[in-house]
């Protein structure tokens, strides 16, 4: 029978449509189905995927939005009245159509969203060409005037309608729902209108999932939108129908007394034949001087770089050196294939927006990816890593054997990326430039925990099972891999329940959200190619209020983007980079020194020393524990070190660290499994440490060219067998072809097929590797200026903050308390040993209040007392929370003790109250008529001074540490010679008994499998911390000794992970410090 489903929901009318569009397709090509029509609520989120997807399969893609019409113009937004739209299942005829639907769509978005994303009809007058429409559902205009019972109300409104898409263009839409009463009314009632009107009626079944037995999981799945559960009454349910993708035979069976509704499906299939452009690069024009092509500027701006970069001044081809000759050559190679795939005003617009953000003192990046393997990305200061000094290959980020988009990912320093996303939307035009959107999808552990919420399930119950999957695994994995999982599921009624809803909702999409770093810019306003949104951030219930000044967003996925052809580029914020621009600020106003990062020598004594050392806390990519074992034991001496270290310390070439250590230091012999392969692997020793390595063997071991050892690195990387078994033997045999014997080709294979799979890319690498070591170089060289930039980057993570402030300790500079005299908003270096706590990170203390305070200190000076303080500091914020918060963290000892400030803490706030009322109004008394303000001190009742262990706790609580002394120091005499000081711990034989004493900072609580309480508790001394693991069996001992602030004496004996290298200290006992216990 042939038909074709007209209204389809996927997954993207997010938390109501589970059907994923593989899932759709698939049963639509199971239904012998030959078009399909896709028609999301209120967006087109999947069409691209849709398009892409049904066209491999063989299916008529027909693009279509079930939208949202309002009750009168659009942009009229009064509650109770404007907050109730009708529903309209509109289609595209043509490629025009498909142009009007995205204006639609876009206009719903950014001009009519009300709750929903809405049109009028105004607006569907203006772009009704190419596009047909159906009646809609219930809860259509025309369907809920019959069921109002208006009937000539619903004949005009067909006519209507018809009037603004055409007649032949508007169709009455019959439902296929027999257990929804007014279904029945509604489709006689349209039989009847469609003779006298002329309207044609259409046979629809309103498809909100793929198979009738996912109806629990999507019942299951609406509950989690609207936060009810299933056993809730008059909940929002769709189970008092079938909403599955039904058989033509099915459809045709229920409207057996009406076929021309199931004919009409096809008709309006015929008639739609839109087609969409897929892999075109639609790039933006760059302007070039106009004595220049694009290709010749393009060459220009490379010879200036060259100047730059190489001291090189003449390009002729005559005689050069042979250094200079690798250059050009590689200039002259770089540029035809540039050129040949049509990328040179790429390169032009990149290098245009990096270079005015360096003009404007915006750290930029070195480079991210395979576009630093690009000479001519170094030449145009896209990128800052020498592709001929590091051998970084081109071919692995422009292919002329597999031409697609380049991808140049950049970043910037996280607190100014905004500035240079303003440029870029001011240069090509604010309506040729937007982010991207993404979604965010129900991982396993998610789709558990929101499905056990939804049935009605204990959290506990819940979350003990989302527990037993480990993350990046799928419910099917876990089943097959995690035994606990399998015997729950198998024993368990409630559990498999659960289990099995959970696998239906997994990988649906729950929420839109902003990509981190995806930027699109077109060469024609971007609403010509694609439908646009304003950014809804996660959690976000926008019923539109207000849109002004929200970013605005594609509603395609950057997949959809790059296959539209139009220009994507990921604009990365990164923290670090913002963190060396504070530092570099910070160098030039305190010491007059204007350092730049092309400046830092490569080959710095003790910035190699603090590496060796492993003080590398707060060093980008350098600072976790294993990784500082691992450069201890390396002792790097070139920036080549740390290239490898970045790339092997990832899961997988982690393994081979101490093979690469140990034949750095002469102490383990490297061998090569072939000569051939001694010119690659000679530098990392004997080791694959980048991919590049794999595919370089892979073209000279077996003759293959990039873009067949690309395909290999691909498929060893998805871990799939069959693509593992055909590479296999595609490299043994053109090995053997290459001239190779078959048992080597083996081996070798064996040798590169792990590394192919977690292997790095070194042009990416030796990014990270130069950022790390600028980061390294600062904080040797600069290291008060460095650790004040860095605890500012960190302010709002008080724990970081804690750990920072520790680390600087360790490197004898004194942090010093927050003070509203002397503190600024961020952290400060108020000499070489000394830096200042910032207000803009003491807890529950807001901006605003910091720059209220701030600004009376630089117009009126420091504070004298209470009363000037709160007399001067006049802004709302100024409250009991950030009064008291200021108290307590010691900000205002200068002017007061902390207990008798908090005593008269109501006083205070009182008189603080009426000033910012008399501020407020403008009643001062230069104002006759209002009553003179109090301007006596404020009288505080004494009451005896805080003592010292309240004093700590209440800067613990609001500054993450003890910052005017440490709790410890009473019993450093005491402890001394008597533990083992933590920075010692690390030396102590594995599974010998050692002894610590510290403070406990933090606790956390799990139940074990066998559902007993164990503890990770982090100690602290003096000179460092710990994790100390408390199993069941000790915590029965004496639980009481567990409180966060208690001081301790712990023995235990240490384990270390092999995943990481970190040390911990498993617990055999512990007591309370006290003078007694430690005699």
């Known amino acids: 029978m042939e038909f074709t489903h007209l209204h389809t929901h996927s997954h993207f009318s997010l938390l109501d449509g589970l059907g994923?569009?593989?899932?759709?397709?698939?049963?639509?090509?199971?239904?012998?189905?030959?078009?399909?029509?896709?028609?999301?609520?209120?967006?087109?989120?999947?069409?691209?995927?849709?398009?892409?997807?049904?066209?491999?399969?063989?299916?008529?893609?027909?693009?279509?939005?079930?939208?949202?019409?309002?009750?009168?113009?659009?942009?009229?937004?009064?509650?109770?009245?404007?907050?109730?739209?009708?529903?309209?299942?509109?289609?595209?005829?043509?490629?025009?159509?498909?142009?009007?639907?995205?204006?639609?769509?876009?206009?719903?978005?950014?001009?009519?969203?009300?709750?929903?994303?809405?049109?009028?009809?105004?607006?569907?007058?203006?772009?009704?060409?190419?596009?047909?429409?159906?009646?809609?559902?219930?809860?259509?205009?025309?369907?809920?005037?019959?069921?109002?019972?208006?009937?000539?109300?619903?004949?005009?409104?067909?006519?209507?309608?018809?009037?603004?898409?055409?007649?032949?263009?508007?169709?009455?839409?019959?439902?296929?729902?027999?257990?929804?009463?007014?279904?029945?009314?509604?489709?006689?009632?349209?039989?009847?209108?469609?003779?006298?009107?002329?309207?044609?009626?259409?046979?629809?079944?309103?498809?909100?999932?793929?198979?009738?037995?996912?109806?629990?999981?999507?019942?299951?799945?609406?509950?989690?939108?609207?936060?009810?559960?299933?056993?809730?009454?008059?909940?929002?349910?769709?189970?008092?129908?079938?909403?599955?993708?039904?058989?033509?035979?099915?459809?045709?069976?229920?409207?057996?007394?009406?076929?021309?509704?199931?004919?009409?499906?096809?008709?309006?299939?015929?008639?739609?034949?839109?087609?969409?452009?897929?892999?075109?690069?639609?790039?933006?024009?760059?302007?070039?001087?106009?004595?220049?092509?694009?290709?010749?500027?393009?060459?220009?701006?490379?010879?200036?770089?060259?100047?730059?970069r190489y001291g090189i001044q003449h390009f002729d081809v005559g005689a050069r050196p042979a250094e200079t000759a690798e250059i050009l050559s590689r200039l002259e190679y770089e540029l035809a294939v540039i050129k040949q795939t049509g990328f040179s005003s790429y390169f032009l617009i990149v290098q245009d927006f990096v270079n005015w953000a360096k003009s404007q003192s915006i750290i930029v990046g070195p480079g991210r990816g395979s576009a630093a393997g690009s000479l001519v990305s170094y030449l145009l200061n896209i990128t800052n890593v020498d592709p001929i000094k590091y051998n970084l290959i081109f071919e692995r980020f422009l292919n002329p054997e597999r031409v697609s988009m380049p991808d140049i990912d950049l970043d910037f320093a996280d607190t100014r990326r905004d500035e240079v996303l303003e440029y870029v939307s001011h240069k090509y035009g604010r309506d040729h430039v937007a982010q991207i959107i993404t979604f965010g999808t129900m991982a396993a552990r998610a789709a558990i925990r929101d499905a056990g919420r939804a049935l009605g399930y204990p959290y506990a119950f819940c979350d003990q099972i989302a527990k037993l999957i480990p993350f990046q695994t799928t419910l099917t994995e876990a089943l097959r891999d995690i035994s606990e999982l399998t015997t729950i599921y198998e024993a368990n009624p409630e559990a498999k329940k659960l289990i099995d809803a959970a696998k239906k909702l997994e990988g649906v999409a729950r929420h839109a959200s902003v990509h981190a770093c995806g930027v699109v810019i077109s060469p024609e306003p971007l609403s010509h190619y694609l439908p646009l949104q304003y950014a809804t951030r996660r959690g976000e219930k926008n019923r539109d209020t207000e849109n002004t000044g929200k970013a605005i967003v594609t509603q395609y996925e950057m997949h959809a983007v790059e296959d539209l052809g139009l220009l994507k580029m990921d604009f990365l914020g990164l923290r670090n980079l913002s963190i060396i621009e504070r530092t570099l600020t910070a160098i030039r106003e305190r010491r007059g020194l204007s350092l730049l990062l092309d400046d830092i020598p490569l080959d710095d004594p003790l910035t190699y020393k603090l590496l060796q050392e492993a003080r590398t806390t707060g060093v980008?990519?350098?600072?976790?524990?294993?990784?500082?074992?691992?450069?201890?034991?390396?002792?790097?001496?070139?920036?080549?070190?740390?290239?490898?270290?970045?790339?092997?310390?990832?899961?997988?070439?982690?393994?081979?660290?101490?093979?690469?250590?140990?034949?750095?230091?002469?102490?383990?012999?490297?061998?090569?499994?072939?000569?051939?392969?001694?010119?690659?692997?000679?530098?990392?020793?004997?080791?694959?440490?980048?991919?590049?390595?794999?595919?370089?063997?892979?073209?000279?071991?077996?003759?293959?060219?990039?873009?067949?050892?690309?395909?290999?690195?691909?498929?060893?990387?998805?871990?799939?067998?069959?693509?593992?078994?055909?590479?296999?033997?595609?490299?043994?045999?053109?090995?053997?072809?290459?001239?190779?014997?078959?048992?080597?080709?083996?081996?070798?294979?064996?040798?590169?097929?792990?590394?192919?799979?977690?292997?790095?890319?070194?042009?990416h690498a030796a990014c990270y590797a130069l950022v790390g070591y600028q980061t390294a170089y600062l904080k040797a060289r600069y290291p008060a200026e460095f650790m004040a930039s860095i605890m500012t980057a960190e302010g709002f993570e008080i724990e970081r903050v804690a750990f920072l402030v520790d680390e600087a300790r360790h490197m004898d500079i004194a942090v010093l308390p927050p003070s509203i005299n002397k503190s600024k908003k961020t952290f400060t270096v108020v000499s070489d040993t000394e830096i200042r706590f910032g207000l803009g990170s003491v807890k529950n203390v807001g901006s605003n209040v910091v720059e209220a305070i701030i600004a009376a200190r630089e117009s009126g000076g420091e504070f004298l007392s209470v009363t000037d303080f709160v007399e001067r500091v006049l802004h709302k914020d100024l409250n009991k929370k950030s009064l008291e918060s200021l108290i307590k963290c010691g900000a205002m000892d200068m002017i007061g003790e902390r207990n008798t400030l908090i005593h008269n803490l109501d006083t205070i706030l009182e008189h603080s109250r009426s000033h910012q009322?008399?501020?407020?109004?403008?009643?001062?008394?230069?104002?006759?008529?209002?009553?003179?303000?109090?301007?006596?001190?404020?009288?505080?009742?004494?009451?005896?001074?805080?003592?010292?262990?309240?004093?700590?706790?209440?800067?613990?609580?609001?500054?993450?540490?003890?910052?005017?002394?440490?709790?410890?120091?009473?019993?450093?005499?005491?402890?001394?010679?008597?533990?083992?000081?933590?920075?010692?711990?690390?030396?102590?034989?594995?599974?010998?008994?050692?002894?610590?004493?510290?403070?406990?900072?933090?606790?956390?609580?799990?139940?074990?499998?066998?559902?007993?309480?164990?503890?990770?508790?982090?100690?602290?001394?003096?000179?460092?911390?710990?994790?100390?693991?408390?199993?069941?069996?000790?915590?029965?001992?004496?639980?009481?000794?567990?409180?966060?602030?208690?001081?301790?004496?712990?023995?235990?004996?240490?384990s270390s992970s092999e995943r990481d290298a970190t040390i911990k200290l498993i617990c055999d006992d512990a007591i309370d410090i006290t003078a007694s216990s430690l005699v």
């Open 917 to 1054: 009322h008399a501020a407020s109004s403008g009643q001062f008394s230069l104002f006759t008529s209002a009553p003179a303000l109090d301007h006596s001190p404020i009288r505080l009742k004494e009451v005896p001074p805080t003592p010292k262990r309240e004093r700590l706790s209440w800067e613990k609580e609001l500054l993450g540490l003890y910052i005017s002394e440490h709790p410890l120091e009473e019993y450093r005499e005491k402890m001394q010679n008597k533990v083992t000081p933590l920075k010692d711990v690390e030396r102590t034989p594995k599974h010998q008994l050692v002894k610590i004493g510290g403070i406990i900072s933090s606790i956390k609580k799990i139940i074990t499998k066998a559902g007993s309480p164990m503890l990770f508790v982090k100690i602290e001394d003096l000179t460092g911390a710990i994790e100390v693991l408390v199993f069941p069996r000790v915590l029965e001992k004496n639980p009481a000794v567990w409180q966060e602030e208690k001081i301790v004496l712990v023995k235990g004996k240490l």
């Open 620 to 763: 980008f990519q350098l600072e976790s524990d294993g990784m500082k074992r691992y450069l201890k034991e390396l002792c790097p001496t070139e920036l080549e070190d740390v290239l490898s270290m970045v790339a092997l310390y990832r899961p997988g070439p982690m393994e081979a660290i101490p093979d690469f250590i140990a034949a750095k230091h002469r102490k383990r012999k490297v061998s090569y499994l072939h000569p051939i392969l001694q010119p690659i692997l000679e530098k990392t020793y004997g080791i694959i440490v980048t991919q590049d390595q794999v595919l370089e063997i892979a073209r000279t071991f077996a003759g293959f060219t990039y873009a067949e050892a690309d395909v290999l690195r691909k498929a060893v990387g998805k871990k799939i067998k069959t693509l593992l078994d055909e590479q296999r033997e595609k490299f043994i045999t053109r090995s053997v072809k290459n001239g190779m014997t078959a048992d080597v080709a083996e081996k070798v294979w064996n040798f590169i097929e792990p590394f192919a799979r977690y292997g790095f890319n070194r042009a």
């Open 20 to 308: 994923k569009i593989d899932d759709l397709i698939a049963r639509a090509k199971e239904l012998g189905m030959t078009s399909l029509a896709l028609t999301d609520h209120g967006n087109l989120y999947g069409a691209i995927e849709f398009y892409k997807k049904a066209k491999k399969a063989g299916i008529k893609p027909i693009i279509g939005c079930e939208m949202y019409i309002a009750q009168g113009a659009m942009k009229e937004k009064n509650p109770g009245i404007d907050d109730k739209r009708y529903h309209l299942t509109v289609l595209a005829r043509t490629n025009e159509g498909y142009q009007n639907l995205i204006s639609l769509v876009t206009v719903a978005h950014l001009e009519g969203f009300y709750y929903k994303p809405r049109v009028d009809k105004a607006a569907l007058r203006t772009y009704a060409n190419g596009l047909i429409a159906l009646s809609g559902c219930l809860n259509g205009e025309i369907p809920r005037a019959i069921l109002a019972k208006k009937r000539e109300r619903a004949q005009t409104l067909i006519r209507e309608y018809q009037d603004i898409f055409g007649k032949e263009n508007f169709y009455l839409e019959l439902g296929a729902h027999p257990n929804l009463p007014e279904q029945k009314i509604v489709n006689d009632a349209l039989v009847e209108l469609s003779q006298i009107t002329g309207a044609s009626v259409v046979g629809v079944n309103d498809i909100h999932y793929a198979h009738p037995d996912d109806a629990d999981a999507q019942d299951i799945l609406v509950s989690v939108q609207t936060g009810a559960k299933i056993d809730d009454e008059n909940r929002l349910t769709m189970r008092t129908d079938d909403f599955s993708m039904k058989s033509g035979e099915e459809m045709a069976a229920f409207f057996k007394d009406i076929p021309e509704a199931i004919a009409t499906t096809q008709e309006i299939a015929r008639r739609c034949t839109v087609e969409i452009t897929l892999g075109k690069p639609l790039l933006p024009t760059f302007s070039v001087p106009p004595e220049f092509t694009v290709e010749s500027y393009l060459l220009e701006l490379c010879k200036h770089g060259l100047r730059q």
